[in-house]
């Protein structure tokens, strides 16, 4: 079962402008991470956030979390075509060996 | 930096055959996961480990088997490989953390496809 979900699955920007992905989860969280994996590669992490936390800032990117609603946001201030990737959200299943459960990613295309 | 490393990035192989896939993590970290990433479904995990000799089952493990023999490497096993078992195939790696979950460290994935 998919705990995160992003939303939009596809993005198309040119650079120079912002791109924001969203992603819901289902169950209590503790903390929440976006990852990045660029075409055909491993995923890299970009950010965690913690559920005490609202607001995150790493570079230019803005990672957002409202656990009344379940959701949290990424920001990509001033998009490069070396941010073209896929983006996703994972957040842990709890217990004692922190699964982490991933969504199926949005799919950032950013155009020169 | 962490690094973590696959035995081959892509890998054909027969349907029936016995495949290996290897992951090595040179950080001493604790756990270590195997998961398949296909289209639409994002990452789902096959099995993971928490410590040498010790492993357990993740949402997918039917068809698959592991072994740690070592702190350091974490094999999958495909018993009879079939061909609904293409996939791309992602080790990652974490350090045990406290109350929060820290991130995990992949490696750069093997495309696995079964003829």
């Known amino acids: 079962s998919q705990q995160g979900e992003e939303d939009p699955q596809a993005l198309s920007i040119q650079e120079g402008e912002n791109a924001t992905m969203n992603c819901s989860y289902k169950?209590?969280?503790?903390?929440l991470q976006w990852y990045r994996q660029n075409s055909g590669r491993g995923l890299v992490h970009l950010i965690l956030?913690?559920?005490?936390?609202r607001e995150k800032h790493s570079g230019r990117l803005r990672v957002t979390l409202d656990t009344s609603k379940k959701s949290s946001s990424l920001l990509i201030t001033a998009s490069r075509a070396a941010d073209t990737a896929s983006y996703f959200c994972?957040?842990?299943?709890?217990?004692?060996?922190?699964?982490?459960?991933f969504g199926a990613g949005t799919r950032l295309a950013v155009h020169p | 930096d962490v690094k973590v490393t696959q035995s081959s990035r892509y890998l054909v192989k027969r349907t029936g055959e016995k495949v290996f896939l290897e992951c090595v993590q040179d950080?001493?970290?604790?756990?270590m996961f195997w998961y398949r990433q296909d289209p639409g479904l994002g990452l789902r995990l096959i099995y993971f480990?928490?410590?040498?000799?010790?492993?357990e089952k993740g949402d997918i493990p039917e068809g698959y088997s592991v072994s740690r023999e070592k702190k350091e490497r974490f094999s999958l096993i495909l018993e009879s490989a079939s061909t609904n078992q293409t996939s791309m195939y992602l080790c990652?790696?974490?350090?045990?953390?406290?109350?929060?979950?820290?991130?995990?460290?992949f490696g750069p994935g093997t495309r696995l496809t079964v003829t």
């Open positions: 990652a790696s974490r350090n045990l953390g406290g109350y929060y979950s820290y991130e995990q460290y």
């Open positions: 169950t209590s969280i503790n903390n």
């Open positions: 956030i913690r559920s005490n936390e």
């Open positions: 994972a957040t842990p299943l709890g217990g004692g060996y922190n699964k982490l459960i």
């Open positions: 950080m001493d970290h604790e756990n």
């Open positions: 480990s928490y410590d040498v000799k010790m492993k």
